[in-house]
């Protein structure tokens, strides 16, 4: 038998950029380490990346409506057992084309 785990939306507003800021980067473990007990038991976890991916911290989630998170959010989701993300949503455009590439 398989199990397969689906979640919703994965996102990172900008609250949660802020809060998990470090020295030189952010440290989202905080954030999925309650949740890696039940991805434990999946043997495939799919979620919906909410947010675009930016390689340029300054161009990171400023407005109520238009996401963009560091890739230490998106290592972290991996980590903690997600290793499968649809990013075809409505947020997917929110960087433009370069942000649905990176």
Known sequence: MIKLTFLGDI???KELIEA????N?????????KMENYFQKSDLIIG?????ISKDIKDLSKE?????SPY???????DSGIKCVSTAN???LDRGIEGLKS
Do not use: R, W
């Open 90 to 92: 409505n947020h997917c």
């Open 48 to 52: 919906n990346l909410e947010t675009p």
């Open 11 to 13: 996102m990172c507003k």
């Open 25 to 33: 980067g952010y440290d989202f473990h905080e954030i999925f380490v």
């Open 72 to 78: 230490e959010f998106a290592k972290q989701v991996y």
């Open 64 to 68: 109520k409506y238009s996401f963009s």
């Open 20 to 23: 998990f800021k470090v020295n």
